[in-house]
């Protein structure tokens, strides 16, 4: 089995790597980050593709939804510290085939490799629960703009970091802001990290 391990976090990337190198004897190539993962996947065949949700450059959920677009018969899993409900409800919406969490025995993540190169979806019942009723309320383009505002931007340089016009910017945030019933951007960020939205 050929994998792409996409983790932002050095000890945690190169530990993972070596588990699985020595448990299942599997081929792992490592990726920094998601952009990083993106330009591998476009260079070599995988079967599986592993990988964090909260990464620089790219996340996890938006890498897989690229993969769902260009390659499709690529298996995708999520392996994170985070349980929120709106990380896995959007991995799920991503098509995402497996969602573990970081704290599994390693037993059972080779188990769920095995079953999502087999063609079944792991995700635990438990998180699949928690990822019921809570209806995700940003759009992808008010999600965008609240993280950048979580990073500290400002309007103007959002609107450049996202090539749309200032106004739209202001819109995006003031949405997000109203949608989370929040006072201002910085804690509409606060709500939609914790919720697992951005």
């Known amino acids: 089995m050929k994998i792409l391990l996409a983790e932002d976090q050095t000890m945690v990337r190169t530990a993972l790597a070596s588990l699985l190198r020595l448990e299942a004897d599997y081929e792992v190539d490592e990726a920094v980050d998601g952009a990083a993962a ?3 996947l476009q260079q070599e065949q995988y079967d599986i593709l592993l990988t964090d949700i909260e990464m620089p450059h790219l996340s996890g959920i938006e890498l897989v939804q690229w993969v769902q677009k260009h390659q499709p018969q690529l298996k995708t899993v999520i392996i994170t510290t985070f ?3 709106g990380y896995i409800k959007r991995a799920v919406d991503a098509g995402v085939s497996g969602f573990l969490l970081k704290d599994a025995p390693i037993d059972t993540l080779i188990g769920s490799l095995q079953k999502v190169c087999a063609g079944e979806r792991v995700i635990s019942n438990e998180l699949l629960l928690q990822a019921l009723g ?3 309320p940003l759009t992808e383009k008010e999600r965008k ?4 505002a979580g990073q500290g931007m400002s309007t103007q340089a959002i609107a450049e970091a996202l090539f749309i016009a200032e106004g739209t910017a202001r819109n995006y ?3 997000a802001i109203s949608k989370l019933h929040a006072s201002n ?3 509409a960020a606060r709500i939609a990290h914790q919720k697992g939205w951005l």
């Open 38 to 40: 993106q330009q591998q």
């Open 83 to 85: 349980n929120r409900a």
């Open 134 to 136: 809570q209806d995700d």
């Open 145 to 148: 703009a609240l993280r950048l």
């Open 173 to 175: 945030l003031s949405e």
């Open 185 to 187: 951007r910085v804690e």
